[in-house]
């Protein structure tokens, strides 16, 4: 299994615009969650599904995030406007009963 | 409410040292599991281990192990005779269900090994 795939690896954006972050879970894994790491505030829930439903959201900063996963094998978190202050390391993560957490990469996301 | 507490926010060491990263959790539930991961500088998360609530025997794996006390909510982790390769930040997580829900994380450990 290739684990869990996230793209792009790095992005840097102009405050303002929109940006679209990917992952692909570990096939056969039912829950998919968003963290955002910063120094600040470390490693912090936004939000997870279960079977491509969301079911907690309340770590959503705010309007301005959004995530959606419209199939088991893909999930998006965009961002529109993007702000400096979401400058921050994005991670997806995919579990499923009787298995561990395993996480993506990573995206780290830099807004100028 | 859960919570993960990591009092420890940078512990530096020389190789071969042994040293321990402090992990307290709080929760009401009774059934629970708590994690440690690790962040090397290249910024993965690599799953390290997963210890259930009702098993509270202590874990060995190579030069790391890891000593559970619910009578003092502390999961510590303790590495021998420490490498460089070590360096890295250490997270302690806790969640009350074995997938159903997301992890909650303490803020980390920086550890640094030199040489």
């Known amino acids: 299994d290739a684990g869990v795939i996230q793209s792009p690896r790095h992005e840097v954006t102009e405050m303002g615009q929109e940006v679209t972050l990917r992952c692909k879970p570990i096939?056969?894994?039912?829950?998919l969650f968003w963290y955002r790491q910063t120094m600040m505030r470390g490693l912090e829930l936004l939000i997870y599904?279960?079977?491509?439903?969301?079911?907690?959201d309340s770590g959503m900063p705010e309007d301005r995030f959004s995530a959606k996963m419209p199939n088991a094998s893909f999930s998006t978190l965009k961002i529109q406007p993007s702000e400096p202050r979401d400058s921050a390391v994005y991670f997806c993560?995919?579990?499923?009963?009787?298995?561990?957490?395993?996480f993506g990469s990573g995206t780290r996301l830099t807004v100028v | 409410a859960q919570k993960v507490t990591q009092a420890q926010t940078e512990i530096s060491v020389v190789e071969k040292e042994d040293v321990t990263l402090d992990c307290v959790y709080e929760?009401?539930?009774?059934?629970?599991?708590l994690f440690w991961y690790k962040q090397p500088p290249s910024g993965e998360l690599v799953f390290l281990i997963r210890?259930?609530?009702?098993?509270?025997q202590n874990e060995i794996s190579g030069r790391y192990s890891w000593n559970f006390q619910k009578s003092t909510s502390s999961f510590n982790f303790t590495i021998t005779a420490s490498q460089v390769v070590d360096s890295a930040v250490y997270f302690c997580?806790?969640?009350?269900?074995?997938?159903?829900?997301?992890?909650?994380f303490g803020k980390g450990t920086t550890l640094s090994v030199s040489s």
């Open positions: 210890r259930n609530s009702f098993d509270e």
């Open positions: 997580a806790l969640t009350f269900n074995q997938a159903g829900t997301a992890l909650i």
């Open positions: 993560a995919s579990t499923q009963m009787w298995s561990g957490y395993t």
């Open positions: 096939s056969g894994h039912d829950y």
């Open positions: 929760t009401r539930d009774t059934t629970y599991y």
């Open positions: 599904f279960n079977n491509n439903v969301p079911i907690d």
